[in-house]
């Protein structure tokens, strides 16, 4: 299971089917942005359907934490 999702403004068409999937996690204006990651199991199964469902695929599962540093 993702620990979260994680975005690549570069990428988006701005298409806005993220926003529709998952409105509290993603908001485009000009493109993409991650409010905040999911808090939820419903969530963090419409964040999945919004990676699936991007055409340039802007939207990745986080699968283990980056360390920082």
């Given at each position: 299971m993702p620990i979260g999702y994680a975005v690549e403004p570069e990428r988006c068409l701005s298409c806005g089917s993220c926003a529709i999937l998952a409105p509290g996690v993603f908001a485009v204006v000009r493109r993409?942005?991650?409010?905040?990651?999911?808090?939820?199991?419903?969530?963090?199964?419409a964040c999945a359907a919004a990676a699936l469902v991007c055409p340039t695929q802007a939207i990745e599962a986080v699968i283990e934490a980056v360390p920082r540093g």
């Open positions: 993409v942005r991650l409010v905040r990651q999911p808090a939820t199991e419903a969530e963090v199964t």
